[in-house]
């Protein structure tokens, strides 16, 4: 059910300006090789670890009494000792529309972060062996994309867009039927998360082991979220991989 690049065009435009900076500013005067066996087996088990959280039944509530009645006291996603976390207080004043927009606006940034935090450390663990692009990317992830051949960029834009598209027409109310004053609004019928990819066929059909696992995904993309941000802001800091931090 995962969307594995459902990231915005404009977000990606962004980026891609701030890692050229940042590749200008912070790439290393050496191309380092990383040969530690222990951080292959980090990378790899975190491959394994983030894929399996990324490829793992979506929210689906269609055989869920959620659907009926999303409401912030029936919502997965808390776990003691928090309970419903929202001390900002987003939900309190929230209509079941915005809290599903809420909802799908999480778990979405939840699931790109899991795959950034693959592709951080997987990239870098390597960096000089790939069979892409001749092996010629190296340095910081924050750097990489900034060394993708020209022309790459556009069908990488391209690629994302396409996804985007589709996500929007599962989950989204075709723009002229919306109402004016309520932009973006989801389908009725439509769980946030779900856009129908589960090619394992691994949604449970019980409710409560299905609202079980949604917890397990969003608190694995809350986690993944906090670690891309901390890796972006790490290698940004010093010009360093994060492997290199590992390894030091």
Same mark, same amino acid.
């Given at each position: 059910?995962?969307?594995?690049?459902? *990231?915005?065009? =404009?977000?990606?435009?962004?980026?891609?300006?701030?890692? &050229? !900076?940042?590749?200008?500013?912070?790439?290393?005067?050496?191309?380092?090789?990383?040969?530690?066996i222990n951080m292959m087996k980090l990378a790899i088990a975190?491959?394994?670890?983030?894929?399996?959280?990324?490829?793992a039944p979506a929210s689906t509530g269609r055989t869920?009494?959620?659907?009926?009645?999303?409401?912030?006291?029936?919502?997965?996603?808390?776990?003691?000792?928090?309970?419903?976390?929202?001390? *900002?207080?987003? =939900?309190?004043?929230?209509?079941?529309?915005?809290?599903? &927009? !809420?909802r799908e606006a999480e778990v979405t940034h939840g699931r790109?972060?899991?795959?950034?935090?693959?592709?951080?450390?997987?990239?870098?663990?390597?960096?000089?062996?790939?069979?892409?692009?001749?092996?010629?990317?190296?340095?910081?992830a924050i750097t990489h994309f900034a060394q993708v051949p020209d022309g790459w960029d556009a069908l990488i834009v391209t690629m994302i867009g396409?996804?985007?598209a589709q996500r929007a027409q599962i989950g989204w109310v075709d723009p002229a039927n919306a109402p004016f004053d309520q932009p973006g609004l989801l389908k009725d019928d439509y769980y946030p998360g779900d856009i129908g990819f589960d090619p394992l066929g691994l949604r449970p059909e019980d409710p409560?082991?299905?609202?079980?696992?949604i917890t397990k995904?969003?608190?694995?993309?809350?986690?993944?979220?906090?670690?891309?941000?901390?890796f972006l802001a790490q290698e940004a800091v010093d010009g360093k991989g994060i492997l290199e931090h590992f390894s030091s």
């Open positions: 059910r995962y969307c594995m690049l459902s *990231l915005n065009l =404009a977000t990606l435009s962004l980026l891609d300006t701030n890692l &050229k !900076y940042l590749d200008r500013n912070h790439r290393p005067s050496s191309t380092t090789t990383y040969t530690n975190s491959l394994l670890a983030g894929s399996a959280a990324a490829f869920s009494t959620a659907v009926n009645a999303f409401t912030a006291d029936n919502m997965p996603g808390a776990l003691a000792p928090m309970g419903f976390f929202d001390p *900002l207080g987003f =939900a309190k004043n929230a209509d079941e529309a915005a809290l599903k &927009k !809420y790109v972060a899991m795959l950034a935090v693959i592709g951080f450390l997987v990239g870098e663990a390597v960096e000089g062996s790939s069979f892409l692009f001749d092996a010629q990317i190296s340095g910081p396409a996804a985007e409560e082991e299905l609202n079980l696992m995904e969003l608190q694995n993309g809350r986690l993944a979220m906090l670690a891309a941000a901390g």
